[in-house]
Each structure stands twice: as structure tokens, then as C-alpha cells.
């Protein structure tokens, strides 16, 4: 069962759009990280939030962590070719022993020049 | 290298064979997680292991599945009589296990495809 969905599934736009990726739970997280990843490769980090309504910025990207801690958004301004690949949402929810990471479905990103 | 390291990278299999998956974490990261992907979607977990014990293995569809670390660091993922829906990707990561913010650095991942 997947605990976070994202939306969309799958974005084609041209360069210099701006885009929003969505990730919803009904679950509580502690800290919610974002990830990239490229075609043959493993994701690769882009930020962790971890206070409710925390705002990040990353060059031209921007990550929201909800106010509840259940949702989180990422904010693309003007998409480059290169922001193509899989955008992946993970949850952090600790109890006892585990610290496991849960991700979320995937938002498939296409710039086109 | 220093990364996190998956072999093989590609396995092609025949349904109801045995298959070992292995990973090489980073050094010194007490922490290793394993993954399965399918194409498009996002990393379903399976197991995490805080140094030798498995701390959470609740991912594991199913007792064919079983994954061991036993000296801390390279971990096996084996899977037994091997179904066509077991084909997927499945991703190794490690981290330094201090934080519970830490960031997770993946392998590249290793393709079974089972016929």
C-alpha cells in the first residue's frame, strides 16, 4: 500500500513553464525528503523538510512541508530540459527501531526544448 | 569507488530459479535498505538493517524473500522459486543510521527480469 500519492503521474511541458508536484498522505511524517531520479540510476536527494509549513529553496527549485506534516509540495520556475526524470516524494516515520523511508508514486517530469 | 555498489546490474532468470541480489554499501553507513521498483513508479521498501539485525523487514512480499547482513556491511537480497511478477528493479541504499533526517545514497539498482 502506498502511503503518499503524488500528482500528477506524468508532466510533459516545454521549457520555461513553471510546474507544481503534489505529494498527499493521510499519515503523519516527521521529515519528508525529495528525490530525483534519472533513467538507470538510483534517486538522488534534493532537500529534507521537517517543520510543519517549512519552506526550502533550492535555485529554481521550491519544496512546502503542509502545515500537518501529512503533504508537501515541489515548485519548478521556468523548467530547463534538464529538471527532466522521476520526482519522488519520501516519508520518514519513526517508532522503536525503524527508520525506514516510504516513497511515493512518482511524478514522471518532461521538459521539452 | 565510494558509492553504493550493485551486482549484478542486470539478471535474466527462469521462473522457479533461485536468485541472489548483492550490495555494497558505502563505508562505515550502519544503515542499508532494500527496494523494489517498477518502471515509472516510485521505490516499494522491503527491508531495513541497522547494522547486522534486520530492524524492519514488515516490505517482504512474501517468505520467498529473505535478506541477510551478516558482518554489517555487504547484504544479500535471495529469492526463492522466482515468479514472472517478481520482475522489477530493486535498489539498494545505505546511510549513516545517526539521523532520522539522514539522507538515503542508492546503488543503481539491479534488473530481474524473470521469464
Known amino acids: 500500500t502506498q502511503l503518499l500519492e503524488q500528482s500528477p503521474q506524468f508532466l510533459s511541458i516545454q521549457e520555461g513553464e513553471n510546474l507544481t508536484v503534489y505529494c498527499n498522505s493521510s499519515?503523519?511524517?516527521?521529515?519528508l525528503q525529495w528525490y530525483r531520479q534519472e533513467p538507470g540510476e538510483g534517486p538522488v536527494l534534493l532537500v529534507t523538510?521537517?517543520?510543519?509549513?517549512e519552506v526550502k529553496k533550492l535555485k529554481r527549485l521550491t519544496f512546502q512541508f503542509g502545515d500537518a506534516r501529512k503533504d508537501s509540495s515541489l515548485h519548478i520556475t521556468a523548467a530547463q530540459p534538464g529538471d527532466t526524470g522521476l520526482y519522488l516524494c519520501a516519508g520518514a516515520r519513526y517508532g522503536g527501531a525503524t527508520n525506514k523511508l516510504i516513497f511515493g508514486t512518482g511524478t514522471l517530469l518532461a521538459v521539452q526544448p | 569507488g565510494a558509492g553504493v555498489s550493485q551486482t549484478p546490474s542486470n539478471k535474466v532468470t527462469e521462473k522457479g530459479k533461485y536468485v541472489e541480489l548483492r550490495c555494497d554499501p558505502i563505508s562505515g553507513h550502519t544503515a542499508l535498505y532494500w527496494y523494489r521498483q517498477s518502471l515509472g513508479q516510485g521505490p516499494e521498501f522491503l527491508i531495513y538493517f541497522q547494522g547486522t539485525g534486520a530492524a524492519d523487514d514488515s516490505g517482504l512480499p512474501n517468505d520467498r524473500f529473505f535478506a541477510v547482513r551478516p558482518e554489517g556491511s555487504v547484504s544479500t537480497l535471495k529469492i526463492q522459486r522466482t515468479e514472472r511478477g517478481d520482475s522489477a528493479v530493486y535498489l539498494c541504499?545505505?546511510?549513516?543510521?545517526?539521523?532520522?533526517?539522514?539522507?538515503?545514497?542508492f546503488g543503481e539498482g539491479s534488473r530481474l527480469t524473470v521469464l
Open positions: 499519515s503523519v511524517f516527521s521529515s
Open positions: 541504499a545505505s546511510s549513516t543510521g545517526l539521523a532520522n533526517t539522514g539522507e538515503l545514497f
Open positions: 523538510v521537517v517543520t510543519g509549513g
